[in-house]
């Protein structure tokens, strides 16, 4: 179980929880969350920065290397040996940038596509088997959170 208490929600007309006390409650779930996520792509062979390469692709447009490494937060010589093991596995791309010869473009393959939509599909057959086992009250508490989550997660990759 969670490592921290649960304390008690307010109730109407009460201060809500400081910023620090959210932060204490939020982060070991989040991170709990986090690596049950991750644990689905067990036996795809695919690491988590490969995983999060694809994801970033999906949105179908050619992406420079600089700016995935800047993305998953690694130098560019770490990106280009990520990126050269998913060229291996065909999941990727690359080609110079037609504007700028300097500049090298990714784009996923749909072998890459297919591998993505798998790791989703895991994914939200983790996520969906746990949401059946809450309430209806805690199910719409979970959606009435999800623009502030959203909100919280602005300005990251």
Known sequence: MMA????PSTTPGEAGPSTEDLARELRPRLTRLSHLLRRQTTGLALSM???LVLGTLLDGRPHRMG?????????LPTMTEIVTR????????RRMDVRDRRCVEVTITEAGRRLAGEVIARRIELLRDRLERLSDGERRALAGAIPALDRLLEGWP
């Open 4 to 7: 921290t208490e649960h304390r």
């Open 49 to 51: 920065s490969q995983t």
């Open 67 to 75: 700016e995935l490494a800047q993305a998953e937060g690694v130098a």
């Open 86 to 93: 998913m060229e291996r596995n065909g999941w990727v791309r």
